[in-house]
């Protein structure tokens, strides 16, 4: 167990709808990591945030975004959701000091019918 | 561009040792990671190398750094069925003062152990 949680574990939704995935990171962690593995496109960086603020952006949609609260959780709301958007979504966090060792959590399976 | 390659597969039989290799593309990446995902988990961190170091040593893994060649391995000694899952290769983006340590993952090497 990394420490790292995310709710729901799994999602099923219809195409055009939204849903929000959350991630409570760590206990003490400030970064939070979201990541997308799909079949085709493998893992994949979304967008980082650190202490509430957004800190590097990767292959994210326009589509999806995120946010980091006063508490650290996190959440990555999806928008206007495509077959494609089905995959595991992750995140992850890092110990403070320690910025390069990620900690993943379980994992958010969203099927998009 | 990060691009990062492995093999999609290796066999192995149990008690042998497992090597896993990949390649990176991005010469100024600053750790270089290994994960295993196990049948329906997350990612489990195993092991790191900061891109100055040629081995790390931890327990039955052992992790070679060629910078040379941009070659990465992973050596698992006395492989064993609980070591069967999915190995992941992975780069950190050059630290850009903006406390910023994005991964970006190979495809996944599929160990399978026989017993």
């Known amino acids: 167990d990394s420490g790292v949680t995310q709710t729901p574990k799994h999602l099923i939704t219809a195409t055009g709808q939204r849903v929000t995935l959350r991630c409570s990171p760590r206990?003490?962690?400030?970064?939070v990591y979201w990541y997308q593995q799909s079949l085709d496109q493998g893992l994949q960086f979304l967008i980082q945030?650190?202490?509430?603020?957004?800190?590097a952006k990767g292959n994210i949609l326009e589509r999806f975004s995120a946010q980091q609260f006063p508490d650290l959780h996190s959440e990555l709301n999806l928008s206007s959701l495509e077959l494609g958007d089905s995959a595991l979504y992750f995140c992850?966090?890092?110990?403070?000091?320690?910025?390069?060792?990620?900690?993943f959590g379980p994992g958010t399976r969203l099927t998009v019918t | 561009g990060e691009d990062v390659e492995q093999s999609l597969f290796l066999s192995v039989r149990e008690g042998d040792s497992s090597v896993i290799n990949c390649t990176y593309t991005?010469?100024?990446?600053?750790?270089l990671y290994w994960y295993k995902q196990e049948p329906g988990a997350g990612l489990q961190l195993l092991t790191y190398?900061?891109?100055?170091?040629d081995m790390k040593q931890d327990q039955r893994l052992t992790v070679l750094l060629n910078k040379k060649d941009k070659h990465l391995s992973l050596r698992i000694a006395d492989t064993q069925t609980g070591d069967s899952a999915i190995y992941f290769c992975?780069?950190?983006?050059?630290?850009?003062?903006?406390?910023?340590?994005?991964?970006?993952f190979g495809k996944g090497t599929k160990l399978s152990v026989i017993p």
């Open positions: 992850a966090s890092s110990v403070e000091g320690v910025p390069y060792e990620q900690y």
């Open positions: 206990s003490g962690d400030l970064s």
């Open positions: 945030y650190y202490n509430g603020e957004e800190r």
């Open positions: 991005d010469s100024s990446s600053t750790y």
């Open positions: 190398i900061f891109s100055n170091m």
């Open positions: 992975a780069e950190s983006a050059p630290y850009s003062g903006a406390g910023s340590y994005q991964l970006t």
